[in-house]
């Protein structure tokens, strides 16, 4: 009767192992659902985890997709989710996380020990079946410390995601800048040049000084290496955004937009920064999830200070003059060296590392808003002067030295030094546009990937895809080039006529 009941324990001991072994199992997603809603939220976008052929097929259509027509901005960040290498390499960090939070909520397996013994007379078997109890007593706080680990891996994933999104979206921006700049510095080389062929033409004709064809054939040289140094600014910065987008082969040679797009009208009012930053980053969140499980990790070593290891075990010995034995066993480590101070210790210290880290956090991410906040109302307004004033001012003069040169009251060299006045005022233009885009990229990120929902709505010219000039905006003025150019054929004279009068 004994035997039988101990049989049925050793049943139940057993089933109740199966059972609870079963309770923790992978998730259908693998975490990345707080992934993808994160981008569908935050950026309007859709981050995909690449793990089959059927996975990289439908990102290789996508792409091919978005860059069959002129890359966008919001292209090229959703080119970036689908195809940087080094974010499908964080999404990894999802696995390896949901596998430790599963092994976490699994029993130890269980032991058996067999002996068997030989004496003169007779022999012995021993059976020994264990199992560590303190891993099953620890098993709900193990698997609550794992969950909280897996769901900061969660947010510190999805920030990773928000932190490619904001490169893209400024190796976007920078890369049409030095473009634009580019396609400029090739019309201020074009003009120089015809400047400098009138003004050699000018030279062999006797009408000109030495003083001022030198000066002609300077400003000619130095566009000329101005427009080498910007092109390769520009090859730079489109390399950078192709990197970012995980783009090779073929996929290299999409198009972009030959300008940024124009400032908009008005610039958003924001308030309350720093408290949305604080319920909206993602990295706090993360870091107030590690404290919470370092905190629980501490209470668990203190729990655990005296006893590192117990097993209980079922003895079924056999000899062959006693028979059948039946019995257990319990196994404690005692602690006559060690009493777990340095563990609890060390649980300490990790504690306040942690909590220490979340302040500075805190204190980092507010800092980070006030810095750019600034920067982004500092570079709007910079872009509007240059806009309202700085630009409308050139064309002015512009358009004056055009009219005083078709009277015949300016010559074509008043003209070209006119052209190369401007050549600082557009730079300043495009730079300082770039800048603010640059600048609110800047502040989404700082706030958690986007702005708050009241400043959510684009204003008109706002940086998308598919933004366009707005009218009202003045256009940079390019340098004159054909009157320049078409001078010396018609008139060559003209210019020291006119100059005469």
């Known amino acids: 009767m004994m035997r039988q009941l101990s049989r049925n324990r050793v049943t139940c001991i057993a089933v109740a192992t199966v059972f609870l072994a079963g309770c923790t199992t992978f998730s259908k997603d693998g975490g990345f659902n707080t992934v993808s809603s994160t981008a569908s939220e935050r950026l309007g976008k ?66 058996f020990t067999f002996s068997r013994t030989h004496w003169s007379d007779g022999f012995g078997i ?19 410390i794992e969950s909280r680990r897996f769901e900061q891996t969660k947010l510190e994933t999805a920030n990773a995601m928000l932190a490619v999104a904001a490169d893209a979206r400024k190796a976007y921006v920078n ?42 054939q300077a400003f000619y040289a130095e566009s000329t290496a101005q427009l080498a140094k910007a092109r390769q600014q520009s090859v730079m910065a489109r390399e950078k955004l192709t990197r970012t987008m995980g783009l090779w082969g073929s996929g290299t040679q999409y198009k972009l937009p030959d300008h940024l797009p124009d400032l908009p009208k008005e610039r958003p009012q924001l308030n309350d920064l720093e408290s949305f930053a604080m319920q909206s980053r993602l990295d706090i969140q993360a870091a107030k999830l590690r404290t919470q499980s370092v905190a629980t990790s501490l209470g668990l070593s203190k729990a655990t200070r005296f006893i590192n290891a117990l097993d209980v075990g079922y003895l079924d010995n056999f000899e062959t003059d006693k028979g059948h034995e039946h019995g257990y066993e319990i196994s404690v480590e005692i602690p006559i060296f060690d009493w777990g101070s340095a563990k609890v210790a060390r649980a300490e210290a990790i504690y306040m590392q942690s909590a220490n880290r979340l302040a500075q956090t805190a204190i980092d991410a507010r800092s980070e808003v006030r810095e750019s906040y600034s920067a982004y109302v500092t570079s709007y307004d910079v872009a509007k002067h240059y806009r309202d004033e700085v630009v409308p001012i050139r064309k002015t003069i512009s358009d004056e030295m055009l009219l005083r040169y078709n009277g015949m009251l300016a010559s074509v060299f008043e003209l070209l030094a006119d052209s190369r006045d401007q050549v600082a005022a557009v730079n300043g233009y495009i730079d300082a546009l770039k800048d603010y885009w640059l600048a609110e990229t800047d502040l989404q990120q700082s706030l958690g990937g986007r702005l708050p929902p009241l400043a959510m709505t684009p204003a008109p010219g706002a940086l998308q895809s598919d933004a366009a000039p707005t009218p009202a905006t003045p256009t940079p003025p390019a340098p004159a080039q054909d009157s320049p150019s078409s001078a010396p054929a018609t008139q060559p004279a003209s210019p020291t006529n006119s100059e005469g009068k």
């Open 126 to 144: 021993s059976r020994t079946f264990s199992m560590g109890v303190l891993g099953v007593l620890t098993l709900p706080v193990a698997t609550r």
């Open 46 to 111: 859709d981050a995909v985890y690449v793990k089959t052929d059927e996975d990289r097929d439908a990102v290789f259509k996508r792409t091919q997709e978005l860059l069959a027509k002129p890359l966008g901005v919001d292209d090229a960040v959703q080119v970036a989710l689908l195809n940087n290498r080094g974010l499908q390499a964080s999404y990894g960090e999802l696995g390896i996380s949901e596998a430790d939070l599963v092994q976490a909520g699994r029993l130890p397996n269980p032991g």
């Open 175 to 216: 890369a049409v800048a030095a473009e634009q700049a580019a396609l400029y510095a090739a019309q201020v080389k074009d003009s120089s040049e015809a400047g400098a062929e009138l003004a050699l033409r000018m030279r062999q004709a006797g009408n000109f000084s030495k003083l001022d064809y030198a000066r002609e």
